[in-house]
Structures are given as C-alpha cells and as structure tokens.
C-alpha cells in the first residue's frame, strides 16, 4: 500500500493556485518531451517531482473550493474553477506518461527521434556550480538571447520554482536553470553555468 505525504491546508487564493497549476503543466509537457526525445533522465525525474506538486495544489484548491461554496450558487460558479483545475491535473499526468518512457527505459522509435532532431529549439537542465561566472548576476546582465539564443524559462531554487523568471531576477549558486534555445547555444550555456566555461563571449 503507498505511503500518502500528509498535506496541510494553507489559506492560499484559488486564483495563486490556478496559476501555478496551469503554468507548471505546461512546462511539465516541454519538459517531458525533451526528456523523452534526448533520453534525459533527469528532466524525467523534474517531471514527476512536478506532478508531484501539482496534486498538492490540486488537493489544497478543492479545500478552498469547498471552503468557498456557501451554497448552491457558489457551488455552481466554481464548477468552472474545478474543471480548469482538473484538466490541468490531467495534463500533468500525460506529461508523466511520456517521462516515463525515460525512467523506465521503455524508449521511443527511432523514426520518432529522427524527426524531432529537425526540432530548432531544445530544452537543458543547468544547474550553476561553483565559479560559474553567471552566479549573483541578473539575467538581464547576462543577454543570453542575443549571445547564444538562450532563453531561461524557469529555475528551481531549493524545492520552490520560479516560472518564466522576470529579466531583473538574480541567478544563484546552486540553483538549477531550464533552458530553451538552439542545441549548441544550451550546450555551451550548460557548460558556463557549471564553470566548465569561464566567459560569456560578446
């Protein structure tokens, strides 16, 4: 019988829940497909950590619904809350499918991979070590789209993640960066965040 982890209600608005329900979703799908298309084992793993969340905020929505719904008509007007907030669970349960292609090394066809090498842009996980020369600077700072066509869409500091991160933000020692952008410019920008690289080129 699995073991459930204990989830304690926190008074947290229904909109702040939708939110991170919907954007975490969607970066479960590119993440999991990247993760299927390069056999990355590591981004798989991000995926079910991440569904993980998601059935946490969806376990404290339907608290605040049922908190919320004074009576039949209240009932009736989060239905729609409801629905949003369950097919985003169902997203991010496909999203987990397809990463276990990875973590259960069940693969995908060969014709599949093929195709998906023409893709333009890829995903990569970073995580930024010691003598990183991005570390304490803001994205803003670093230009990564115009010096190699990278784009960080979000980071995970500790266990919280930082979805679509505003270009003023800091990037930290320590906190694991996920990329989009062309396969050498994620590469090389891997390479810098883990100091195997020590400067950005103009």
Not at 105 to 115: F, Q, R, Y
Request: aromatic share 4%.
């Amino acid at each position: 019988m699995p073991q459930f982890e204990k989830i304690e209600y926190k008074p947290i608005p229904v909109s702040d829940l939708l939110l991170e329900m919907k954007n975490l979703s969607e970066l479960m799908i590119d993440l999991a497909y990247s993760a299927a298309l390069f056999n990355d084992k590591e981004l798989a793993e991000d995926v079910i950590e991440l569904e993980s969340r998601i059935d946490t905020l969806a376990y404290l929505l339907d608290m605040e619904i049922m908190i919320a719904a004074r009576d039949a008509e209240d009932a009736e007007t989060l239905i729609g809350v409801s629905t949003v907030a369950a097919a985003a669970d169902k997203i991010s349960d496909a999203a987990a499918d397809i990463a276990a292609i990875v973590t259960r090394n069940i693969g995908i066809h060969p014709i599949i991979g093929e195709i998906f090498e023409k893709v333009e842009e890829r995903l990569m996980k970073a995580t930024v070590k010691e003598g990183s020369v991005i570390a304490g600077k803001r994205i803003d700072e670093l230009d990564l789209a115009a010096r190699m066509g990278v784009d960080i869409i979000a980071i995970r500091r500790n266990k919280d993640w930082i979805l679509d991160p505003e270009e003023t933000a800091n990037v930290f020692l320590g906190d694991t960066l996920i990329t989009r952008g062309a396969p050498m410019g994620i590469k090389e920008f891997k390479d810098i965040a883990e100091g195997k690289l020590t400067k950005l080129e103009d």
